[in-house]
């Protein structure tokens, strides 16, 4: 029996600094979009730059686009639009000095947001999303999305958009929501985006070096734009100013969905539904349990993310080889949806509970398989590595779930871990000797955290004596409520 899709709902929450919209299938988290009016993100945008530096070491320049950190262009984000190959042929790319010099103006688009310490990645192959199409204006070919699976929209949709360009230079890519659309809905796409790229070469003619050309629409509309499908039942806004926005912009753009739209009102806040904003905290642990007992364990760091699934609880009820099968189709499911929650991408490596059975290998690959495949992010599995791990890529434009919401622990910079209280006992040790070898005083006070203090008076107490007999001196101890854990302060009296 073929599966069905499941009914999605949205929702959209806006406060005066903040908005968050929430993708849920079937009242399950799925996706969170968070825009923060001092820090938006800069995906789509398009800008007039002036090249800064170029890097034939690296094959690639830095752009200034008027922002704090300058940009990164690729050679081969640029040859597909000077050679018009459209990254389909494998001509060698050319030096990075034959396609820009420094100093030249250049239209460049933002292909990722800036992350951690890197600038912003640009492209000159510039894209114009809308409802239905993306327009690729210096290409020349029809892409329809894969997810259109069946064979005859899929040629409807090729045989008109060909016709329809025909002699106009450019190309499109047609999007998942165009599967059923009418010739006139399409029509009417394409010419808006084509008086939009008219706008766009107007503005970058006449604007100044390194401002902004183009900016993407805000998260409100960019909802209704991008993840509005037909298995999307209802869209719910929280606030009436952006409702009606919103509300506006369907009308004008996507009348089809209008009526999805709806305004929410009631008292209890509209993240509270579906315990949408417990999830949000769930996925903020490194550790997220599983129905039968197993969890999963996610490291995200500079280089990739880790995910290692453990039985934990779960003993199962036949043998160790079907608990450990059990357990690992389960966290199969788990970390796709883990994956989209929190906006993981990059490299990604998954370690899986060894299995014997080559059947179970396949299945749980299957069913990670088939839970990645409404992810919107474009992902690639390979085959399982020779010490059993799962290697795989996800897409990485936007910064995580976690980079967004969270910042560096500053008790341990970001390392997870904190020395404990006997290690700093023994710091302080030693820190007490070094300084009455260097400096002469009546007396020490010794500041710390109130369990360091416990444990010096209590465990450590003999030591504590002990180099109080070696110094001469007496040592007080005092208890400090806002020191961390690992921070000491030795004053000599």
Known sequence: ????????????NVTPSEVRAA??????????????AARRGLISNIYKGRVSRVLPGMQAAFIDIGLERTAFLHASDIVRLRNGDNGETDIPLPDIRELVRDGEEILVQVVKDPLGNKGARLTTFITLPSRYVVLLPDGDAVGVSARIEDEDERERLRVFFEELLAESGCGVIVRTAAEGASDDALRADMKFLKKLWTVVQEQCRNGKVKTLVHEDLPLPARVLRDLVTVDVESIRVDSEE????????????????????????????????HGTEDEIRKALARSIPLKSGGYVIFDQTEAMTTVDVNTGGYVGHRNLEETIYRTNLEAAVTIARQLRLRNLGGIIIIDFIDMEEEAHRQRVMQALEQ????????????????LGLVEMTRKRTRESLQHILCEDCPSCDGRGFVMTNETVCFEIFREVIRQHRQFTFDELLVLAHQDVIELMLDEQSSALAEIEGETGKTIRLQPEALYLQDQFDVVLM
């Open 1 to 12: 029996m073929p599966d069905e899709s499941p009914k999605e709902e949205i929702l959209v």
């Open 23 to 36: 993708l849920l299938e079937n009242g399950i988290l799925q996706e969170v979009y968070i825009e923060r």
């Open 242 to 273: 952006d409702f009606h926005v919103m509300k506006s912009f369907a009308a004008t753009f996507l009348p089809e969905i209008e009526s999805k739209l709806a305004l929410y009102t009631r008292r209890r806040p509209i993240f509270d539904l």
């Open 371 to 386: 839970a990645l495949g409404r992810d919107h992010a474009r992902h690639q599995i390979t085959t399982v590595s020779p």
